[in-house]
């Protein structure tokens, strides 16, 4: 039996564990006919992250679940992996390129590449090393990239797949352009923020000199743009203009008016400005109407085609043609106008809609069996509430542009002949067209969005296309742990991905979490300076107690506020499991395990308290309320084991009775191993440590059996017996400390029962614990109660002589003493609330306070006398 040192000190455990687990080759998650799979996929933190709370959160609800299900039997799969997110990496490098006064282009896509792939090697570990602090149990033999071999070879396929099924075209459509970024990006990442701005309504006269048309606009550079004015068809005011034409204020160029159902009537004047290239309600109404399509602004949302406001930047533009139309009398009025203003999810920049070639996914034939699965409960969302967020959303969803301006990513699979324009989508890169076999082709230079290769995570991470062994046995895998805030980022399109081309939904269930938020509920930022480093976190308090305050505080779906103090409590928590560790082992002379085959009554309790405890943990695992499972668990060892048992079996411990002794010492190493089985998931390091240094049997904690119910130490009638006593101890504890009376007075101990034997068979643990002196056991309240101090619980009135707890005369002389001190403060107070010039002059809230103080000085004088009346 190894000895535990005094004091429990992480820095020196937990590398020294972790390596163990990973020598012993526990993480590794075996193909075992005999045992059925448990599999989550780990949603791949960025190559350029470094761990943060939001992962330690995601990662470490991840690792309890896996853990559980490795110690219940499962061959439990933690498949980890990164992302190489392509707008942030390349981001990084372009940062580092411009220090050296450098730009891509000035070293061309393969040497940019390749400076890409140098800081992915150099840097792209860290993240998974501190994954690794954390505790994670993943299978690091499986750790995949969404570029390699394996992932790339799945991403080719699906494009080609599903371009061959006419799921996939480039087309020209309104886009979502980051100007920043200079790239394309889908509907879901884009932000839309609520920002103040103006309504500028600007006249547009009719090109007959008729008359005039109002139109009202948030943007008013876009008007170089327009190519028509809409009203509706059903509009009298204007149906006599329907045909004609406008000029177009500050540019001269004369444009159509149409009608169009999609204007409303009832909206601003009922007159609409299209333009086609920067707005998808007017690219569509221009189809219908066979208006011209301009771009005014190019991928730095600099003007062009803007005449004398070629070059502008869109905001300096924007001030320019305002004072122009002042100027020409052409700005009829301006109000402010609040409105959502879409931004990029990475940079926060305002997104332009503008018209752009680009490649597209068609969603309505893909959501048709997504949206199936989830509404005939194949896939489960939890909390249940997101269900409907994701199937508003498939039901709504638009086709996804993939394609993004950058380098760095899974380039798009298709050629284009420069002589008869067909486009060649296969498997293999080819040298010819394949309609008419010219050799003038050229590859498209964009690479796909960072989420198409997300989407297939599940199962290419597993060998997809190949039809490998791990794919049959771990997938579906079976739950997806993430935040709400990427359900149509990911898990929308993981799902409809798995369901087209795997025919199986990816995971039965998504697990939902919040976000963590600072003491104040704000979300947490490098920019606001209100961020916490996990990784500081485990260096001050240890992984465990870091694992175990996110843990607790966490219900699924919900924010939850992180306090350091919290990281603090959870220290001492593993301290307390520490210390009670120390006694256990110092106390033990058994060198097997085992249960004796006599019990106590004290026995009998905590053995019941702990069988029923494991159910409680297993329901709540299995419904995934990991926080409700974890304060049980740290109730139990606190409460029950701690504070109460170890206490019980003193006696015992410390008797020249070596059965007495030896049952003690089994009950005591049952629990407690038991106890660090069922908190090994959320405490891994602290358990393993100390089952490692215990009597035990197996090589390890990680891989030890999780406890299960056992109905022959279910004993719920000596369970409730026993919590009978220690209802009256805690009551005559409780009455002696309000007393102020030291464990050494041991009065006389009256109980008035009807159930008799539960307290006769109490009388050692009612003497021992609650300081009793002689224990008399009735079914009727005495006669005389005079000079006796009363308690009363659910199961007994119990009675104390006063005499016997306190020296009556010394304690009148002290509640004396403090009666003329309260008396006198309160004099003092009262003349001060008699002073007129105080009430009237000072602020209410300092005399709202003086009052409170006086009304406290009452109370407390009215409870002095009320004991000392009682000493008599």
């Known amino acids: 039996m190894k000895e535990l040192p005094k004091v429990y000190d992480p820095q020196q455990v937990e590398k020294r564990i972790y390596d163990m687990w990973i020598k012993g080759n526990y993480f590794h998650a075996e193909r075992d006919p005999e045992k059925k799979p448990f599999t989550i996929v780990i949603p791949p933190p960025n190559v350029t992250g470094q761990l943060h709370l939001g992962h330690a959160f995601d990662e470490t609800i991840q690792d309890v679940l896996t853990r559980y299900k490795r110690m219940d039997g499962y061959s439990a799969l933690w498949l980890p992996g990164y992302d190489h997110a392509g707008i942030a990496t390349q981001i990084k490098v372009e940062e580092q390129l411009r220090a050296e006064g450098l730009t891509r282009f000035d070293l061309g896509r393969e040497a940019f590449l390749e400076r890409v792939w140098d800081w992915k090697n150099r840097f792209g570990d860290r993240i998974v090393e501190q994954l690794k ?50 790239t394309a990006l889908s509907d879901a990442e884009v932000e839309y923020v609520d920002k103040p701005g103006h309504l500028w309504h600007i006249r547009y006269p009719l090109a007959d000199g008729s008359g005039d048309l109002i139109v009202a606009t948030t943007r008013p550079e876009t008007m170089l743009g327009d190519t028509g004015v809409a009203v509706n068809p059903n509009d009298e005011r204007y149906k006599d203009i329907v045909g004609k034409t406008c000029i177009l204020p500050l540019v ?154 950058l380098w760095w990513g899974h ?10 324009g067909h486009v060649t989508v296969t498997m293999e890169d080819p040298t010819e067209c394949e309609a008419c076999h010219s050799k003038h082709i050229e590859r498209d ?232 089985k069922l908190l090994h998931p959320f405490m891994p390091y602290i358990t393993e440590e100390i089952f490692q240094a215990l009597p035990h049997e197996g090589e390890a904690l990680i891989i030890a059996p999780f406890p299960k119910y056992d109905e022959a130490l279910n004993f719920p009638e000596d369970e409730a017996a026993f919590e009978t006593i220690m209802d009256a101890v805690r009551a005559v504890r409780s009455r002696r400390a309000e007393m102020n009376v030291p464990p050494s007075r041991k009065p006389e101990l009256i109980i008035a029962a009807e159930n008799t034997a539960v307290f006769e068979a109490g009388r050692t643990y009612l003497s021992k614990l609650a300081y009793a002196g002689e224990v008399t056991v009735t079914t009727t309240v005495p006669t005389d109660t005079e000079g006796m101090v009363s308690v009363v619980t659910d199961g007994a009135r119990m009675f104390m002589p006063l005499a016997q707890l306190v020296d009556l005369d010394a304690e009148r002389a002290r509640l004396s003493k403090e009666l003329n001190k309260a008396r006198g403060q309160l004099e003092g107070q009262r003349k001060k609330l008699a002073n007129e010039n105080f009430v009237s002059r000072a602020p209410e809230a300092v005399v709202n306070v003086e009052r409170e103080r006086a009304a406290k000085l009452e109370a407390l004088i009215a409870n002095l006398e009320k004991s000392l009346s009682a000493l008599g």
Not at 155 to 167: A, N, S, W
Not at 411 to 420: E, F, G, K, Q, V
Not at 551 to 562: A, E, K, L, W, Y
């Open 133 to 182: 602090t954390l505790g994670s149990s993943c299978d690091w033999e499986r750790q995949r990239f969404t570029m390699d071999d394996i992932c790339a070879k799945a991403v080719r396929k699906t494009f080609v797949d599903l371009y061959q099924k006419g799921l996939i075209y480039k087309g020209k459509r309104i886009i979502n352009w980051c100007p920043h970024c200079t």
């Open 252 to 405: 001269g160029r004369e444009i159509p008016i149409v009608a169009d159902e999609y204007v409303e009537m009832d909206f601003g004047t009922g007159c609409v400005k299209m333009t086609p290239c920067h707005d998808p309600n007017d690219f569509e109404v221009a189809m219908r109407h066979d208006l011209e399509f301009l771009l005014i602004l190019d991928e730095n949302a600099h003007i062009i085609n803007g005449g004398k406001y070629n070059g502008m930047d869109r905001y300096e533009c924007r001030k320019a043609i305002v004072e122009d139309l002042k100027e020409q009398g052409y700005l009829v009025s301006v109000e402010d106008y609040g409105h959502n203003v879409g931004s990029c999810y990475r940079c926060h920049n305002d997104v332009e809609p503008l018209s752009s070639e680009q490649w597209f996914v068609k969603m309505e034939p893909l959501a048709k069996e997504a949206i199936r699965v989830v509404e005939e409960g194949e896939v489960k969302f939890v909390p249940e509430r997101f269900a409907k967020t994701y199937l508003n959303w498939m039901y709504n969803v638009r086709d996804w542009c993939i394609s993004r301006q």
């Open 411 to 420: 380039r798009i699979p298709a050629w284009t002949c420069a002589d008869c």
């Open 445 to 676: 230079p964009d690479v796909l969005d960072t989420w198409f290769s997300s989407a297939l995570w599940p199962f290419s991470t597993l060998g997809w296309p190949e039809d490998t062994p791990d794919l049959n046995y771990f997938y579906p895998t079976d739950v997806l742990v993430t935040g709400y805030d990427i359900i149509f980022f990911w898990v929308a399109r993981m799902i409809f991905s798995g369901c087209e081309q795997m025919k199986k939904y990816p995971f039965h269930t998504v697990l939902i979490h919040g976000i963590i938020r600072d003491p104040q509920g704000k979300k947490m930022s490098k920019s606001a300076g209100n961020g916490v480093d996990p990784v500081e976190m485990i260096d001050r308090f240890g992984a465990d107690a870091l694992r175990f305050n996110i843990i607790t505080g966490n219900s699924p779906g919900n924010d939850m506020r992180f306090y350091v103090e919290r990281c603090e409590a959870m220290r001492n928590f593993a301290n307390k499991i520490w210390n009670a560790s120390r006694f256990v082992m110092m106390n033990l002379s058994i060198e097997d395990v085992g249960l004796p085959e006599t019990l106590e009554l004290e026995d009998r309790w905590i053995l019941s308290k702990l069988n029923s405890l494991t159910a409680e943990v297993r329901e709540n695992l299995d419904k995934y309320e990991l926080g409700i499972a974890a304060q049980k668990i740290y109730d139990f060892l606190w409460d029950s084991f701690c504070d109460w048992y170890i206490e019980l079996t003193k006696p015992r411990l410390n008797s020249g009775d070596e059965a007495a002794k030896e049952s003690a010492q089994r009950v005591l190493l049952y629990v407690l191993t038991d106890t660090l």
